[in-house]
């Protein structure tokens, strides 16, 4: 009798687990391009799309998308508490990080496209001999990100010269800030 249990409860966690081993299935063939498998059996039906609208683009990000950096020209050192997932912002629990990301997109999109700078050597290196950061106001209720800061684009090492022995530094664009923070 106990055997016969335990088959029933084999087969049935086997169902569930195809089931949604094929639901898993149909949400990738759905956001697949054009191919010869034009849809799968109940891949119209089920209407995947309302149940994952934006597909699976959302876990995903553009490797060769360039590094955003804002520096403390002081310390140099990161000005932001990034990433998010480091012990400091106790893994991610804290979201001071996250609210400066937005802090640091409103102060960039205030920065005009001529005043960056192209660099082809370390980016600090740069930052430290740009003559004359412009001034600008930080206008968030809360600013965290004041004083002498410096921002950086820089494109990622591409992975075929990833195992170069030499230090490879990227070319990238610049630009040095003054920021004043008037709720601070």
């Not at 310390?75 to 990433?83: F, R, V, Y």
């Not at 990080?97 to 102060?107: D, K, N, P, T, V």
């Not at 990833?162 to 040095?176: D, G, T």
Request: glycine share 4%; with cysteine.
């Amino acid at each position: 009798m106990n055997i016969d249990r335990l088959s029933k409860f084999g087969i049935t966690f086997l169902l569930i687990s195809m089931f949604w081993l094929y639901i898993f299935i149909i949400s990738i063939h759905a956001v697949l391009p054009n191919n010869p498998i034009d849809s799968l059996p109940f891949e119209r039906s089920l209407q995947i799309s309302t149940w994952f609208p934006q597909g699976w683009g959302f876990y995903s990000k553009n490797p060769r998308d360039p590094y955003f950096m804002v520096v403390d020209i002081k310390s140099k050192q990161l000005a932001p508490n990034w990433p998010n997932n480091i012990p400091k912002n106790i893994f991610g629990l804290k979201r001071l990080g996250r609210s400066q990301g937005i802090e640091a997109g409103l102060l960039h999109s205030q920065i005009p496209e001529h005043y960056w700078k192209k660099c082809s050597k370390n980016p600090y290196d740069c930052l430290d001999r740009y003559n004359k950061p412009i001034e600008m106001e930080n206008k968030s209720p809360n600013p965290t990100l004041c004083d002498d800061i410096g921002f950086v684009s820089q494109e990622p090492v591409p992975w075929a010269w990833s195992n170069s022995s030499e230090k490879i530094e990227m070319p990238s664009k610049v630009a040095r800030v003054n920021v004043k923070c008037s709720k601070k």
